[in-house]
């Protein structure tokens, strides 16, 4: 049983690769067996006799429309892929044409007498009023879609209400007909009498060029590439231009003689010793030690200042000090002495403390009163 | 060779050929070729015609000396020895601090005739500063191609010390003059001399009657008091030697100026006031060896060869040996003098040499050490704004207490000590110097 799905289910795939393979997606495309395919149509020609030649690329219809004399060429055009040119050489392709759902352009290049006419009003069409043979015998149409009008000496048949389904045009004994697109695909080939009328339309000669023209048919033209709009002078004048450059740099940099040396002194500041030393004290956080350092200098000013000579214990210039700034004794000599700073945060205080006493006793000396500044001590 | 702007812009108006005739490729790059080939003939039709810059003969005129900040002229003479016009560039080859403005001179010389192109020279250092050479560029008619040649010309300007110090000297001689002469002075020193007897007038020393003169003249003299003092002159004739450290200290920069320039403003105000004040004066600036020495000279000489002596010397990346300048200042003189010692005496380490030549020295003469101070310092000590600021004070009052403690070591050892900053270290020098001279113990 499971063997027999499979079995079954592989075949189906294969199959379905297959036809995959060999089918296409163009619309009218001879081997499309979808509902827009042509390949219906095709196939049923080709039951008939006529021998069916696809082609792709005007080259491909050239080759394949061997006699032109006993050629119809079927050509579907939906994209508008050739210019007025290449349907001119289409149109001497063979005796016969039928144009399947020309586009504008197509149309006024090929029958310029058939002129589009919008959608048709009614999807079946009256029975033809012309004398063609091919219509006469097919009847009535269905599945219409597009609808033509004609001026000059162009044959209109199969009336839709004011327009028509199909139109043909004679030139020098040419036939150019044209008909709405969706007519003569798989979905629509088996109304009515469209059947009989694409076989009698298509297969009325003993070949039949089945060209729908290509990506590959389309000219390459565009804006013009840069090299050709260049200049030709441009090169030339950027080699100039660099030139220029180099005679202005051998201008500019050519040295006025030769380079004169002289020796410079050194620059040795002389301030470099204490700023190092002020680098060490604060990574080490000589704190005390650096307090010592301005208590001393301030102890040998304060001493000078008041008049105690440089042999003086430092107990007599606390003591003088406090005298001269009114302040109690163990705050100066704390300040002067004892005080061991902990952070640097204490340090400045002690610091500024140390320069506010030593303002005040030299203010005290010059005779003015003490406390000028009134700074806190701790 | 060189070539011109004027040919840049020839080269460039090539550009027009090329787009007129650029219709075709080919075309424009012959009309190209053509242009190049064109401007480059040119070029050397140019060169060929500008005359030779080699035939020519360079003199210099340059005075010998200029103070440091003073401008002065100078001037180079060109003469054409060829028979073609020269025209073009001339640049002269001045060390940059030499100042020399404009550097580069158009010139424009008929065939055998000379021209003198001038420039300024306003040195911005000391020393000697030189020229090696000129470099010539010579133009062709044309002006797009030049010959350049560099010619050797040699030239030198000394660059004597600007002796700033010396705005502080009338008011010095004038300190001088007032210990001169008949003033009696006070106080009676080994060394001040006897000049002349005279009346004594109210305000006069009692201890300087003469009461030998005074029993002398009485006799015949009835008019006035009858009294003779003596008076007392300044000691002349003394020797001043004064010895500048040349070493690495004296390198240093304090207030933007070496301490080396310092002492020589100080050298330079005290020679010229010693010299008004009759003494002779001998200047060594000395560190391992004698850089310059300035014996003997007199007067308006002895400071023209000073500045001269000075100008050249630069400090030495050396310590200084103290233990020769002793024997240094012996071989200047047996005689006592006052030994000026312009150093850095700021710290114990870098001035233990110096305290331990010091006691030679004294035991001899009577001895001086001129120092420089750093305002810096004193102004980081007053700093408190923040914790660095603390860190720094507290490293500038170390510092201050070394250089106070190496003051009161020298002192010690009996020599004199003169502290300033920059500016003042000179009149400071001089004021000492008057004061000794005043006491009478030169």
Redesign the interface.
């Known amino acids: 049983m499971l063997v027999a799905v499979l079995v079954v289910g592989v075949a189906i795939a294969l199959a379905v690769q297959l036809s995959l393979a060999t089918s296409s997606t163009d619309p009218m495309g001879a081997n499309n067996p979808g509902q827009q395919g042509g390949q219906a149509l095709a196939r049923v020609l080709q039951q008939h006799g006529v021998d069916v030649r696809t082609a792709s690329t005007l080259q491909e219809a050239r080759r394949a429309a061997s006699i032109p004399d006993d050629t119809t060429v079927m050509l579907s055009d939906p994209n508008g892929l050739l210019d007025a040119a290449q349907l001119q050489s289409v149109l001497r392709l063979g005796s016969d044409v039928v144009a399947v759902g020309p586009g504008f352009q197509t149309l006024s290049a090929i029958a310029p007498d058939i002129h589009q006419a919008g959608r048709a009003t009614a999807t079946t069409s009256d029975r033809p009023s012309c004398s063609l043979v091919v219509a006469q015998d097919a009847g009535r149409l269905s599945g219409v879609r597009q609808a033509y009008r004609t001026s000059g000496g162009a044959t209109p048949c199969f009336r839709v209400g004011s327009t028509f389904a199909l139109a043909q045009t004679i030139n020098a004994g040419d036939s150019v007909t044209v008909v709405g697109s969706q007519l003569f695909d798989n979905a629509n080939i088996g109304l009515a009498g469209n059947a009989a009328l694409a076989v009698g339309l298509l297969g009325g000669d003993s070949t039949l060029v089945w060209y729908l023209p290509s990506q590959a048919d389309v000219q390459a033209s565009g804006p013009p590439t840069l090299a050709e709009i260049t200049?030709?002078?441009?090169?030339?004048?950027i080699?100039?231009?660099i030139?220029?450059v180099v005679?202005?740099a051998?201008?500019s940099g050519?040295r006025?003689?030769?380079l004169?040396?002289?020796d410079?002194?050194?620059?040795?500041?002389?301030?470099e010793?204490?700023?190092g030393?002020?680098?060490l004290?604060?990574r080490a956080a000589a704190r005390t030690?650096?307090?010592d350092?301005?208590r001393?200098?301030a102890l040998?000013r304060i001493g000078a200042l008041c008049g105690l000579p440089p042999s003086a214990h430092v107990d007599q210039i606390v003591a003088a000090a406090a005298a001269l700034t009114e302040r109690p004794v163990h705050q100066v000599r704390d300040l002067l002495l004892d005080e061991t700073p902990a952070t640097?945060?204490a340090?400045?205080a002690s610091?500024?403390a140390l320069?506010d006493l030593e303002d005040d006793v030299r203010r005290a000396v010059a005779g003015e009163r003490p406390g000028g500044s009134s700074a806190p001590l701790h | 060779m060189a070539i011109s702007g004027r040919f840049v812009a020839l080269l460039a108006v090539g550009l027009v050929p090329v787009v007129v005739f650029g219709a075709t490729i080919p075309g424009a790059y012959v009309a190209l070729a053509c242009w190049l080939v064109f401007a480059c003939a040119l070029g050397v039709i140019d060169l060929v015609a500008a005359s030779a810059p080699r035939a020519v003969l360079i003199e210099r005129m340059l005075p010998s000396r200029v103070r440091l900040g003073e401008t002065v002229a100078g001037g180079v003479i060109v003469t054409n020895t060829s028979r073609r016009r020269l025209h073009g560039t001339l640049r002269d080859g001045w060390q940059p601090s030499a100042g020399a403005a404009p550097s580069r001179s158009p010139f424009d010389i008929p065939a055998g005739e000379r021209r003198m192109l001038t420039f300024a020279l306003t040195p911005t250092r000391r020393g000697t500063r030189r020229t090696r050479f000129v470099v010539l560029r010579s133009r062709g008619p044309l002006g797009l191609w030049s010959r350049q040649v560099a010619l050797e010309a040699p030239g030198a300007l000394r660059v004597l010390p600007p002796f700033h110090s010396r705005k502080h000297l009338p008011s010095r001689l004038a300190q001088l003059r007032e210990l001169d002469g008949s003033t009696p002075v006070m106080v009676r020193g080994q060394g001040t001399e006897f000049d002349s007897l005279r009346e004594y007038v109210t305000g006069d020393d009692v201890r300087s009657i003469d009461w030998r003169a005074t029993a002398r003249s009485s006799a015949s003299v009835h008019d006035g008091s009858g009294i003779m003092v003596r008076t007392w002159r300044p000691e002349r004739d003394r020797r001043v030697v004064i010895v500048i450290d040349s070493g690495r200290t004296s390198a240093a920069r304090i207030a933007d100026e070496p301490r080396i320039d310092t002492a020589f403003e100080s050298a330079l105000l005290l020679a010229a006031l010693a010299d008004h004040g009759g003494d002779r004066i001998d200047v060594l600036v000395f560190d391992r060896r004698v850089r310059a020495r300035v014996v003997g000279a007199k007067g308006a000489d002895l400071l023209s060869r000073m500045v001269t002596s000075l100008a050249d010397v630069q400090p030495q990346l050396i310590e200084a040996d103290w233990t020769a300048v002793a024997a240094q200042v012996r071989a200047i003189t047996h005689r006592r003098a006052l030994v000026v010692l312009l150093t850095d005496a700021s710290t114990p380490g870098s001035s233990a040499g110096l305290l331990a030549a010091l006691p030679g020295l004294t035991r001899s003469h009577t001895v001086v050490v001129a120092t420089v101070t750093d305002p810096a310092v004193l102004e980081a000590a007053a700093q408190r704004a923040d914790v660095g600021s603390v860190y720094t004070a507290a490293a500038a009052e170390r510092a201050l207490l070394d250089a106070s403690r190496v003051a009161a070591a020298a002192r010690q050892l009996g020599a004199d000590v003169v502290t300033a900053p920059p500016a003042e270290l000179p009149p400071a020098l001089a004021d000492r110097y008057i004061a000794l001279k005043a006491s009478g113990r030169l």
């Open positions: 200049p030709g002078w441009l090169t030339p004048a080699l100039l231009l030139a220029v005679a202005a051998v201008w050519r006025f003689g030769p004169v040396v002289e410079l002194p050194v620059v040795v500041r002389a301030g010793t204490m700023h030393r002020a680098r004290y604060r030690h650096a307090l350092a301005l001393l200098g040998h640097d945060a340090l400045r610091a500024s320069r």
